[in-house]
């Protein structure tokens, strides 16, 4: 990464690698302090008599804490030598909790001879907007008040045109020797061989009237801490003799855990760092799907937000109609004078249905009925919007078509204006109908016949038998018009002349974890996404070399997705397609140790394992919501655990990858009670040791036999 970047709630700090925010940044670089989409530090520069340190490390591997070791250059002014090279390490810690980041700089003299010289820090607030920083939007501004200085501190303050005051107050531990209010504050130190001194800052983004809540430094750093244990403590334990997937886990759960926020619904994941921490409904409720086995309350959070902005009218600008779920929720102050149309924008066709699927694996993984009914609401106000908004042209299938001047046009994941593309290079026309979308809307109405039936009540009943037909409905529709003969391989879509979009795409691959074809046609599905065209040996691309679009380098015509991968992973696992399995996970194992920190980015560039390392795309989030939480996905496609909460039962089919011949889970959380089980490959046979089941639960006993 080219950057340093630490989170926590709807705070986020990045940085350069010396740990500066530079006054002079190239374009799209945005360092900065940032929440509620606004950026509060613009400029945050640490010298040594007056020159920029050289940084001897840089890390920010927890998330919350980053530590980066700096010394200074030589210096001598005038022939007289002022401070011998390397005398001094400075060390900058900083991190964030309660909505302020706090910073020491620590400097220590490694030399024998005593030094004396100047440490100060320059920082600045311009409080513009993410919109603006990213190049995507220009636009009116409000005005700024010259900063006001304080005792040992400095407040920058600025009056939006939404009418929200927005200040930022900076603060430090000891009298400065120099002090500037245009904001910089300076330290003489004075240190004997082997002595150390340390300065303390904070800066507190605020709103209107707010004060900022300032806690001492040592009890906000453990209080930080400790919330990091608990959530440890409180996800699923998995452990095996395979280091690089021990470190993949570790690593997704730590970066799951840092892109939580919580908006007042609770916590949920953002879509990742640094440009999209956000709310996401797309990202979001697809992390929280792929989390459920490990974490299941990110779930909880994400339904309650999301239902929170459900769509209540017809709003073009917005893309917004009764019942949808949003796309992306900004906050802003070019969001909240509608100079853009994303407080909240509902232009995405997957959030309603993915809502509803959400809901139904949530209900089924925790049996909390009390969120069901609370949201059973919502659920009827999606189901509609599918059935009602969804079907443009009555054609059968949900489908999109952009309304808002401002939106996006292409509304599924693949949401680049390349990415729908047909065989000759055409992009398809709207509205379109996307593969996947019709498996979301399939299995969202199962979930929901499912739980139906368990209301007792006769017209819930009746709605469930209504849902039941129109899924197999669907189902016949479906494999009448995307099966492709010639290809043995689904369409990516229908264009707006219900003409199959034929080009070979990694789409397909969602509609097997919604169950949605028969077991002979994802067999073939699964062919195609590990044939050398799909798969590069790092992944499943999203196009397969050959097509006319394809580009490994491009953003979906052609990379590789983790989390696309994860989904398709799924879908494999649910059909028992075990082998296809083992080869996505071993192929996204050996990627993983190609990146910074040794985590999955959001997306790398296709280009075959033959060539050499795996590829990094240029402007990738890292850490990433859904490709963080591609690793807890392999925990139950390894077990191949599957389970009915209506029998309470439990089977375990497992199935390791390459490498790895015993494998541990422990805390799993299932209904009300918790699953753990080991597993051990000897002779390419299986031994299944069940630990620990959820009370009154079984587990098929004939799923434990040794097999090949």
């Known amino acids: 990464m080219d950057y340093r970047v630490i989170k926590e709630n709807d705070l986020f700090l990045m940085t350069d690698h010396s740990g500066d925010i530079p006054e002079r940044q190239e374009e799209g670089q945005g360092f900065g302090l940032y929440t509620r989409d606004t950026r509060f530090l613009s400029v945050l520069e640490l010298r040594i008599n007056g020159k920029k340190p050289i940084v001897l490390s840089s890390e920010a591997d927890e998330n919350y804490l980053s530590t980066i070791l700096l010394t200074n250059p030589h210096m001598e002014m005038d022939g007289k030598l002022e401070l011998w090279r390397e005398s001094i390490e400075i060390k900058r810690t900083r991190f964030i909790y309660g909505d302020v980041l706090y910073e020491t700089v620590e400097a220590t003299n490694y030399s024998p001879t005593m030094w004396e010289f100047e440490l100060s820090l320059r920082f600045a607030a311009d409080f513009t907007d993410m919109f603006v920083i990213r190049g995507f939007q220009s636009g009116g501004a ?28 900076a603060r430090w531990s000891r009298q400065a020797d120099r002090f500037s209010p245009e904001g910089e504050a300076a330290f003489r130190m004075k240190l004997e061989s082997g002595q150390s001194s340390a300065v ?57 855990r840092v892109l939580l ?80 149309p994303f407080n909240p924008y509902y232009g995405s066709v997957d959030s309603t249905p993915l809502f509803l699927v959400l809901l139904g694996e949530y209900v089924r993984w925790t049996g909390d009925m009390n969120t069901l009914k ?87 009943s009746g709605q469930a038998v209504r849902l039941e037909a129109e899924a197999e409905a669907l189902r016949q529709r479906f494999e009448e018009r995307f099966w492709m003969e010639d290809r043995q391989y689904y369409a990516i879509a229908l264009d707006g002349d219900s003409a199959q979009v034929g080009t070979v795409t990694s789409n397909p691959g969602h509609v097997l974890m919604s169950g949605l074809v028969s077991p002979e046609r994802a067999e073939a599905v699964a062919r195609r996404l590990i044939s050398p065209e799909m798969f590069s040996g790092y992944g499943i691309r999203t196009m397969a070399e050959g097509e006319k679009a394809y580009n490994p380098m491009s953003y979906h015509d052609g990379s590789i997705w983790p989390h696309d991968n994860s989904l398709c992973l799924m879908g494999l696992a649910r059909y028992g397609l075990d082998k296809e399995a083992a080869v996505v996970m071993e192929g996204l194992l050996e990627a993983s140790g190609h ?55 439990i089977s375990l089919k497992p199935s390791l990858p390459e490498g790895m011949n015993r494998l541990s889970v422990k805390g799993m959380r299932i209904g ?16 299944t040791t069940v630990l620990e089941l959820p009370d009154g639960w079984t587990v098929d006993m004939v799923s434990l036999a040794g097999r090949q």
């Open 142 to 169: 409000g005005v700024a008040a010259p900063p006001l200085p304080g005792e040992n501190g400095l407040a920058f303050a600025y009056d939006g045109l939404d009418g929200i005051k927005r200040s930022l107050i």
């Open 200 to 256: 303390h800052f904070s800066f507190a983004p605020t709103f209107g009237e707010e004060e900022a809540r300032l806690v001492p430094r040592d009890e906000a750093l453990e209080a930080l801490r400790r919330s990091y244990r608990e959530w440890n403590e409180q996800a699923t334990s998995v452990d095996s003799d395979l280091p690089a997937f021990n470190r993949l886990y570790g690593r997704g759960l730590q970066d799951i």
């Open 261 to 340: 926020t919580d908006i007042g619904f609770g916590p949920f994941p953002v879509a990742g760092l640094p440009w999209f921490a956000v709310p996401f409904g797309r990202d979001s409720l697809i992390t929280a799907l792929q989390l459920l086995p490990i974490q299941p309350e990110a779930a909880k959070g994400t339904l309650l937000t999301m239902a929170h902005f459900q769509g209540t009218k017809e709003d073009p600008w917005r893309d917004e109609q009764p019942g949808k779920i949003m796309h992306e929720l900004r906050k802003g102050e070019l969001a909240n004078t509608n100079q853009v």
């Open 374 to 460: 609370r949201l059973l609401p919502h659920a009827d106000r999606a189901l509609e919007w599918i059935d009602r908004y969804g079907d443009h042209g009555g054609r059968g299938f949900t489908s999109y078509y952009q309304e808002s001047s401002k939106g996006i046009a292409n509304q599924g994941w693949k949401d680049s204006a390349d990415s729908v593309v047909h065989r000759d290079g055409r992009y398809a026309e709207a509205p379109v109908a996307l593969v996947e979308v019709q498996g979301y809307v399939y299995q969202a109405k199962q979930a929901l016949a499912g739980l139906f039936r368990t209301l007792n009540d006769p017209e819930r």
């Open 595 to 649: 990146f910074e920190n040794g985590r999955l980015p959001e997306l790398f560039c296709g280009y075959s394992a033959s060539r050499g390392r795996a590829v990094r795309y240029p402007v990738a989030c890292s850490p990433q919501a859904w490709a963080a939480a591609t690793p807890l996905v392999f925990v139950t496609a390894m077990t191949g655990l599957k389970f009915d909460p209506s029998s309470r039962t």
């Open 672 to 687: 009300d009670g918790r699953l753990a089980v080991e597993i051990v490959r000897t002779g390419g046979e299986y031994r």
